[in-house]
Structure formats: structure tokens, C-alpha cells
């Protein structure tokens, strides 16, 4: 993970505050501010108590990490992330999302189950629902959360009101992956074998009709139709006998039903190799630092009360992102300047190094910046290091000056006692004097040839005098 830390463990992404409100972790969120490479992002989301934490765990390459349960009180408490290095694809992190499952009746708080799907979708580049059982009705009216999302996300920032939401949707929602656990039945319609996309795609049938229960049945299939283009589906059997369920992190593979552990390394498979990078509008992919600052601007319109828009984020992390940039590339370049310029030196030499600082500045600047179209940032950038080149020039001029004047001093010293002693008052004192002064005069050039005040010599001189 480029300029990052590896993560032994996960850490709290998004958390709630004192007041019951959500916030991002600093701790978290410095994690991924390291991160200067493309992230992968999978969340999983599901009702609580369904074994969500230990798809992440195998995702992450770990048999422990995410908080497996053994009793019904929900573990996982926020958004909890953990970053590792992507296994297929080089130069990319895995950043993994393990949510609060949904639905803990101790909670009871629907709204902080939504906000918490809603972030889910808006953060990652693949959902994984995790249920257990059967993909029937019920299971897709716990999923309700999906038919929510037209209320609680808006892709852009004016919407009129006969406009299709969900063409929106489908170009910024992440891939759709419905993993089924403990699943039982044979994998058949009638008496034909189907694969599991088959039986996603079956129980996603619409029906016919627009009575209020037909409307009530279809909602969830639509939606899920509708806002996902990318849908998947795994069935996991029980992957261990009950009793050894409630210690899941001490098994080891041999401890594991041979058709789950099949079935979890096809998901992982499939997962590594199909989820994409993470986008934004207009198929911009961001590294860590972005989903941090993305994070960050999701949570605090939740906080302020407002449906967090994607268009309105984009403006808002191109911002962040590109004020950023602007700093840490001035900071190089001023670093490289102090670096390499021994002061004083030659105005050529100079502008020699500040060319190969500015390069490397801009390709930090590049590498940083975010849908800086119309190069306002580059030129803010370009005119700051401008202001620092005339300074540093300044800088030059005055310690050559400084310089010059002391070797002056130091050099005619002996002339100037002589003046002032009448050494040079007597017969033959004159070409005593001029020989002097041509030999002082020939040894303060030499001595100061570098300098770029050498021009400048004469007038010194004379002011010295």
C-alpha cells in the first residue's frame, strides 16, 4: 500500500459521537490519508447475527480480525475498515467495510440502519448482502433499505421531478453481490438444475399487475433490478456443525464443510477479480486519501441534516483534494529548492535547479489532484512557486551582497589602514598605493567570481572607501 501502513487489524471507519451522531475516526481516516493509490472497495451489509464478519475475514486472507459473534447481541458497531494489499491486482489496495448488521432490535433505530446502508453503497465499488436461508419475500422485504435510497441519495444536485432516478443510480451504484448462508435447498426450477445468478435473477421476477400488493411485492425486485447493473449471487451451506459455529475464528480449514469452504473461495475469487476500482462521477478513480475525504463529506451532510448528493461531493472532494495538492507540492518544491541551493550562487545555476524543482512539484500535483478541468488549482500552484522563486532570487541577491562586502572588507583592510596611517604620503606612495589597490582589486574578483554581485564590485567599493 503505497506511502501507507499495513493493518494488522481493523479499525473503526465511522463511529457514532457522544451525541448519537456519526463521525469518521481520525484514526481511520490518517490511515487512508497514506493510502496514494487506487482502492478497491467491498462493504458487506445484513441483518445482524449473520455471519457478515467472517466473508470480510476471508476476503483480508485471515481466519480472525472483523468480530465474529457466538450469541445473538450484535458485534460490529459502525463501519470498522481494513486495508490490505489488493492479491490480483498490483498497485491497488483492498479496502474492506464490515457494517453494523441491521435490524438489532436493541437498537431501535431504523434511521441509523439506513444512514449506515446508505454510506455502505455511497463508499464501496462492491455490496455484498449477506442473508441467511433463502432468497423468498421476506428475505427481500428486509431488504427495504434498497427501496429507501431514492430518499436518502440524490446523484445530482437539481433533479427535476419527472427525471428517471435510477438510470443515475445505476451509473455510480457499486456491483450487487447476494451471498445466501446456510443455504439448503437444491439449486432447481422444476426439475432443471440453475445456477445461483439464475435463482437471484428468478426471485427477482416482477409480477404482473399494479394492485397496492403487487406494487408492494415488485418495489425491493425493481429497485434491486434498477440501481444495480452488476448483480451476482453465491449460496453458502452451513459451514460448520452448530457447535463449532459459536467458535468460527479457532477453525481451521479442515474444521470447515468442504462444499462451504469451496463456495467461500469461488466468492473471494470472484470478488478479487471482478470488483472494480472505486469511482466517482464521471469514472474518476480515487485512492485512499479521496475515500477518506469522500467519507468525510458523506458523514457531515448526514450530521447536517441534508441527503448527501454525489454530484455536490465530487465539487466538494475536488476541493479538499486539490487545496491538498497545492500544499504538498509547494512543500516539495521548497524542500527541493533548500535542498539543492547553496545560497549564494550563480542566477543561472539558480534557475537551473528551480526548473527541475517545479517539474517534480507539478508531477506531484498531477498525481494528487482531482478534476482540476479548467487548471485553476495548477495555477494557483504555478504562481505560488513563482512567489517563492522571486523570493528566494531576493534571497540570493542579498547574501551575495553580504558576502561580497565582507570579503571586501577583508581584502582592502590593509590598504584602508594605510590610507588612514599616511603610508601612502611620501615620496613614490602613489604607485605604491595604485599597485596595491590594482593587486587587492584582482584578488577580491577572484576571490568572489562565483558571486552574483561581482557587477557590482566597483560600487562596493567605493561605498567602502
Known amino acids: 500500500m503505497a506511502c501507507g501502513r499495513l493493518m494488522s487489524a481493523p479499525v473503526c471507519l465511522i463511529e457514532n459521537d457522544e451525541k448519537g451522531q456519526l463521525r469518521v475516526r481520525k484514526e481511520?481516516?490518517?490511515?487512508?490519508?497514506?493510502?496514494?493509490?487506487?482502492?478497491?472497495?467491498?462493504?458487506?451489509?445484513?441483518?445482524?447475527?449473520?455471519?457478515?464478519?467472517?466473508?470480510?475475514?476471508?476476503?483480508?486472507?485471515?481466519?480472525?480480525?472483523?468480530?465474529?459473534?457466538?450469541?445473538?447481541e450484535s458485534k460490529t458497531k459502525g463501519i470498522w475498515m481494513w486495508c490490505v494489499p489488493h492479491p490480483y491486482k498490483e498497485g491497488h489496495t483492498l479496502v474492506l467495510l464490515d457494517t453494523e448488521g441491521l435490524g438489532d432490535v436493541r437498537k431501535g433505530d431504523e434511521k441509523h440502519d439506513t444512514w449506515i446502508f446508505c454510506l455502505a453503497v455511497l463508499l464501496s465499488s462492491s455490496l455484498v448482502y449477506n442473508s441467511l436461508g433463502v432468497i423468498d419475500n421476506t428475505a427481500l422485504e428486509k431488504l427495504h433499505y434498497v427501496t429507501e435510497l431514492t430518499e436518502n441519495i440524490r446523484v445530482k444536485a437539481e433533479v427535476s421531478q419527472d427525471e428517471d432516478k435510477?438510470?443515475?443510480?445505476?451509473?455510480?451504484?457499486?456491483?450487487?453481490?447476494?451471498?445466501?448462508?446456510?443455504?439448503?435447498?437444491?439449486?432447481?426450477?422444476?426439475?432443471?438444475?440453475?445456477?445461483?445468478?439464475?435463482?437471484?435473477?428468478?426471485?427477482?421476477?416482477?409480477?404482473?399487475?399494479?394492485?397496492?400488493?403487487?406494487?408492494?411485492?415488485?418495489?425491493?425486485?425493481?429497485?434491486?433490478?434498477?440501481?444495480?447493473?452488476?448483480?451476482?449471487?453465491?449460496?453458502l451451506p452451513r459451514p460448520a456443525s452448530p457447535q463449532n459455529m459459536r467458535r468460527m475464528e479457532e477453525l481451521t480449514e479442515k474444521d470447515l464443510d468442504s462444499e462451504f469452504l469451496e463456495q467461500a473461495n469461488t466468492f473471494c475469487h470472484y470478488i478479487f477479480d471482478s470488483a472494480d476500482p472505486k469511482t466517482v462521477s464521471g469514472g474518476r478513480v480515487i485512492t485512499g486519501t479521496a475515500l477518506g475525504n469522500l467519507a468525510e463529506v458523506y458523514v457531515e451532510a448526514i450530521r447536517s441534516g441534508k441527503i448527501p448528493c454525489l454530484e455536490n461531493a465530487v465539487v466538494s472532494l475536488a476541493k479538499i483534494q486539490n487545496v491538498r495538492a497545492v500544499e504538498e507540492a509547494l512543500q516539495l518544491y521548497m524542500i527541493e529548492m533548500l535542498s539543492m541551493a547553496q545560497l549564494p550562487m550563480r542566477p543561472e545555476e539558480l534557475s537551473d535547479i528551480h526548473k527541475i524543482a517545479e517539474k517534480k512539484a507539478v508531477e506531484v500535483f498531477i498525481s494528487m489532484s482531482f478534476n482540476d478541468n479548467d487548471q485553476i488549482y495548477q495555477q494557483e500552484l504555478m504562481a505560488k512557486i513563482y512567489d517563492e522563486y522571486q523570493q528566494m532570487c531576493q534571497q540570493n541577491q542579498e547574501e551575495s551582497?553580504?558576502?561580497?562586502?565582507?570579503?571586501?572588507?577583508?581584502?582592502?583592510?590593509?590598504?584602508?589602514?594605510?590610507?588612514?596611517?599616511g603610508s601612502y604620503l611620501r615620496s613614490g606612495g602613489y604607485r605604491q598605493y595604485r599597485d596595491m589597490l590594482r593587486h587587492l582589486t584582482n584578488d577580491y574578483r577572484a576571490r568572489t567570481h562565483s558571486q552574483i554581485m561581482v557587477q557590482f564590485t566597483h560600487a562596493c567599493f567605493a561605498l567602502d572607501q
Open 401 to 421: 551582497i553580504k558576502q561580497c562586502k565582507a570579503v571586501l572588507r577583508e581584502v582592502f583592510d590593509t590598504l584602508e589602514k594605510g590610507v588612514f596611517d
Open 28 to 72: 481511520a481516516k490518517d490511515i487512508l490519508d497514506g493510502i496514494n493509490e487506487p482502492v478497491v472497495v467491498v462493504s458487506v451489509v445484513g441483518l445482524y447475527r449473520t455471519g457478515k464478519s467472517y466473508l470480510m475475514n476471508r476476503l483480508a486472507g485471515q481466519q480472525s480480525g472483523f468480530a465474529l459473534g457466538s450469541t445473538i
Open 166 to 235: 435510477s438510470a443515475d443510480f445505476m451509473c455510480v451504484f457499486p456491483s450487487f453481490v447476494w451471498a445466501v448462508r446456510d443455504f439448503t435447498l437444491e439449486l432447481k426450477i422444476g426439475n432443471e438444475p440453475i445456477t445461483s445468478d439464475e435463482y437471484l435473477e428468478s426471485a427477482l421476477t416482477l409480477k404482473s399487475g399494479c394492485s397496492p400488493q403487487t406494487e408492494q411485492y415488485n418495489l425491493p425486485r425493481r429497485c434491486l433490478r434498477h440501481f444495480f447493473a452488476v448483480r451476482k449471487c453465491f449460496v
